[in-house]
């Protein structure tokens, strides 16, 4: 994915904390605030519940091979 260069300007205790944070989890200041804008807009269980869908549809032959058709009710 191509980054893009923000410019923001916070106070200096807002920085400081920010530093402070990305040090703490042992990533540079653009991880934390990336990660922080993906969890603002949720983007974790976005990619969770594609992806769960994902291998639903993927394994649902074997699921109802194993499971029979009571998964029917279980989809809709």
């Known amino acids: ?16 904390m920010a530093r402070e944070r990305a040090e703490q989890q042992g990533i540079s ?5 990336e990660r922080l804008v993906r969890q603002d807009m949720g983007e974790t269980g976005r990619l969770f519940v594609d992806a769960a869908a994902q291998f ?21």
């Open 1 to 16: 994915m191509a980054k893009k260069q923000l410019n923001v300007r916070v106070d200096a205790a807002t920085a400081e």
């Open 56 to 76: 639903m549809k993927e394994y649902e032959s074997t699921f109802l091979a194993e499971f029979g058709d009571g998964l029917q009710d279980v989809r809709r």
């Open 29 to 33: 200041m653009n991880q934390y605030i």
